[in-house]
């Protein structure tokens, strides 16, 4: 398994798995470690891709200006990412407010390439689990419900 940060080239090989959803810049919970720790040991036959949004040198009192590189080349490689991915798995932290994330899931919505958690108590749930009802997205209670569904889907 290789995981892939901003702003490494996008391998064309491998089953690519993009890691959206909560880091409110870097100061939520890494549940993107542990996506990463739990696919550590899955697969040996397959060739899996992890691209992980969140940096750990990210400066947080950036600009969030297309005029700033470090901010457009992340956004970039985002959104090149999603497009890229084979799965989006989305996790919607409930003590967040995950603007972005709710953005991503609007701009993909229609792939078919996602699987929503949106925990209980997250200030938009109720938006969140409609539009994933009407998309036909899959959902999940918690964040292990998702991964065991990824790997499912993968297996």
């Known amino acids: 398994m290789k995981v892939l940060y901003p702003v490494s080239e996008i391998e064309e090989k491998g089953i690519k798995i993009f890691l959206a959803g ?5 100061n939520s919970e890494d549940w993107q470690q542990k996506v990463i720790d739990d696919f550590q040991h899955f697969y040996k ?3 899996i891709v992890v691209l992980n949004p969140r940096r750990t040198n990210w400066d947080s009192s950036s600009v969030q200006s297309i005029e700033n590189k470090q ?16 799965f989006i798995i989305m996790f919607f ?3 967040s407010k995950s603007p972005i994330s709710m953005l991503e899931l609007g701009l993909f ?15 938009r749930k109720g938006n969140i689990d409609i539009v994933c009802k009407r998309k036909g997205i899959p959902t999940f209670e918690n964040l292990e419900q998702l991964t065991t569904a990824l790997k499912n889907l993968i297996h």
């Open 22 to 26: 909560t880091i409110e810049m870097g």
């Open 45 to 47: 036959e397959k060739e």
């Open 71 to 86: 901010f457009s080349d992340q956004v970039n490689w985002e959104l090149d990412a999603l497009e890229k991915s084979d």
């Open 93 to 95: 932290d409930k003590n």
């Open 109 to 123: 919505a229609d792939s078919k390439k996602m699987l929503v958690c949106c925990e209980e108590g997250f200030w």
